[in-house]
């Protein structure tokens, strides 16, 4: 039984318009990351979370909001969704350094 | 700036042979190295891992060789078989005094083991 999901698995959106990523993970895990994927750049990490109701900036932050209204879920957000952020993207959690658990990933299409 | 650094970006072996992947670092206070392997519409999943008080690691068909002095690292996987084909990813962190694991990813190398 998948421990980390994610949803929609693939999206089309509008330049423009918002975008909702959403994971669920039943690890227990306390941390939480999201990643974008991109041919030739490997996986860049956006936003993570180490508890509910907070949020931390990675190093690919920007046009990017998360939110982690619980343990089990966090969010990525785009607010106003640009061509350059068509990507493949990954969350993932961890509850220490040894090992990250990724979800299938959402291909999104920006257009 | 790419901190880890990994080549060849694809590399195609015939079943049986060893792949060879490299990884290279640029930060002195990564001191844990995973390698992630990817199949094609899946995410990546921990394969193999090392800290660097060790050089080197080993856990069945896959092996990691690691030269702290020269900042690089490599995965060797010994009697390749064409479900090893996938694309593996180098990847770094500090430890530090936190169970944080803010990784840091190299670009991937394609592997193809032809049968």
């Known amino acids: 039984e998948a421990a980390v999901t994610q949803s929609p698995r693939s999206k089309v959106a509008v330049t423009g318009g918002k975008v909702t990523l959403s994971c669920h993970q039943t690890?227990?895990?306390?941390?939480m990351y999201w990643y974008r994927q991109d041919t030739g750049h490997g996986l860049r990490l956006i936003h993570y979370?180490?508890?509910?109701?907070?949020?931390e900036k990675g190093d690919i932050p920007d046009g990017y909001k998360a939110s982690r209204p619980s343990q089990e879920n966090f969010s990525l957000i785009l607010e106003l969704a640009s061509l350059s952020q068509t990507a493949v993207y990954f969350c993932?959690?961890?509850?220490?350094?040894?090992?990250?658990?990724f979800g299938p990933g959402t291909r999104l299409t920006v257009l | 700036q790419q901190q880890v650094r990994q080549s060849p970006q694809s590399l195609t072996v015939w079943e049986g042979e060893t792949a060879i992947l490299n990884c290279s670092y640029e930060?002195?206070?990564?001191?844990?190295f995973p390698w992630y392997q990817q199949f094609p519409g899946e995410g990546p999943a921990l394969l193999i891992s090392?800290?660097?008080?060790?050089n080197k690691k080993e856990d069945g068909r896959f092996t990691i060789f690691f030269n702290k002095r020269e900042k690089k690292l490599s995965l060797h996987i010994a009697d390749s078989q064409p479900g090893d084909s996938a694309t593996y990813f180098c990847a770094a962190s500090p430890i530090a005094s936190s169970s944080f694991s803010k990784l840091v990813f190299g670009q991937g190398t394609s592997l193809s083991v032809v049968p």
């Open positions: 993932a959690s961890s509850d220490n350094y040894a090992e990250q658990f």
């Open positions: 690890n227990n895990h306390d941390y």
């Open positions: 979370s180490y508890v509910a109701d907070s949020t």
């Open positions: 090392i800290l660097s008080v060790s």
């Open positions: 930060n002195s206070a990564f001191d844990y």
